[in-house]
């Protein structure tokens, strides 16, 4: 038996979702309403101490952190295999799921709290605002939902997220460019399902084409990722019509901002983005 306990909007979750979808499982699913601090109660911190979701339990075995999980699951439930059978391919995986945890997961949760969290928690009482703070366990993540809320767009973690987003689809596009219709090997696999949330994310706010324009290789690889029946059962058919549009108000609001917080990384770190050219490239320019 297979229980999942998430919030039904939340990117990890969905992370984890596409795996089981992809694999064709069926689970059952515990609701933690992140926004009523579900995740803080004590009888939930006894299985997940991080006070995040998601969380999966199998057989008794209790697994936590998205990635983690999302192996666990491709190694216990081989078919259809989410991971290329050679190292040097499973090494790629990683190298992209890496990447989500490290940098892309606060990104995207960082431009989620300055579009829709930002909106929902400007109108609480401040009281009940620094109790959501408050119940924030880790220092780090507290820092980022205070400075989101409190600034928006300007402050610098949405600099960094917008950067972050800017290296990740610039990355992407020289990969697939040369590699052809998936991350690594020659199907889905855990990668596309790493960052398929953080896509949609941006895409249900309003704000990916900002970093789509321009890059085909990788604009094709999202619509074949999107015609998918993972991508329906586990975002299109399952968040609602109140989801989407509050999504895409408040990515509306916020969009102007983002790409002038693009424009001025662009403009402050372009000479240090350039790619290194090949030895064959810098002979032929005389270097
Ligand atoms: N590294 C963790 C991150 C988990 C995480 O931050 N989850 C978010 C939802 S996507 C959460 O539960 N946030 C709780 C909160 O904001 O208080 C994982 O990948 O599982």
Redesign the pocket.
């Known amino acids: 038996m297979l229980t999942l306990y998430r919030?039904h909007n939340?990117?990890?979750?969905h992370?984890v979702e596409l795996v089981l979808a992809e694999k064709g499982l069926d689970f059952q699913i515990v609701t933690?309403p992140?926004f009523r601090?579900a995740?803080?109660d004590p009888d939930y911190l006894l299985i997940n101490p991080?006070?995040?979701?998601?969380t999966l339990v199998h057989d008794g075995a209790t697994i936590?952190?998205?990635?983690v999980?999302c192996e666990y699951v491709d190694e216990t439930f081989p078919t259809p295999p989410l991971m290329p059978g050679d190292s040097a391919g499973r090494a790629q995986v990683r190298q992209w799921t890496k990447l989500v945890?490290e940098e892309i997961?606060e990104a995207g949760?960082v431009l989620s709290f300055c579009a829709m969290f930002r909106d929902r928690m400007l109108v609480m009482e401040e009281s009940e605002r620094e109790e959501r703070f408050r119940?924030?366990g880790n220092p780090g993540?507290e820092d980022f939902?205070r400075s989101s809320v409190e600034d928006g767009v300007a402050s610098r973690f949405a600099f960094r997220a917008v950067a972050a987003y800017e290296r990740l689809v610039r990355d992407l596009e020289a990969q697939l460019a040369t590699t052809g219709s998936w991350l690594a090997g020659c199907r889905y696999s855990l990668a596309e399902a790493a960052v398929t949330p953080y896509f949609a994310r941006a895409e249900y706010l309003g704000l990916l084409d900002i970093w789509l324009a321009g890059r085909p290789a990788t604009a094709a690889w999202w619509d074949r990722i999107k015609s998918r029946a993972s991508f329906a059962a586990v975002l299109t058919g399952t968040l609602s019509n109140a989801d989407l549009a509050e999504m895409s108000a408040s990515g509306d609001k916020i969009r102007t901002e983002v790409e002038a917080r693009r424009d001025e990384y662009l403009h402050a770190y372009s000479s240090r983005l350039a790619r290194p050219h090949s030895p064959e490239e810098r002979e032929k320019d005389g270097a």
Do not use: F, M, W
């Not at 991080?50 to 998601?54: D, F, L, N, S």
């Not at 936590?64 to 990635?67: L, Q």
């Open positions: 919030d939340a990117v990890c979750c992370k933690v992140l601090s995740q803080y991080r006070g995040v979701v998601p936590i952190e998205s990635t999980i945890d997961h949760s119940n924030v993540r939902y």
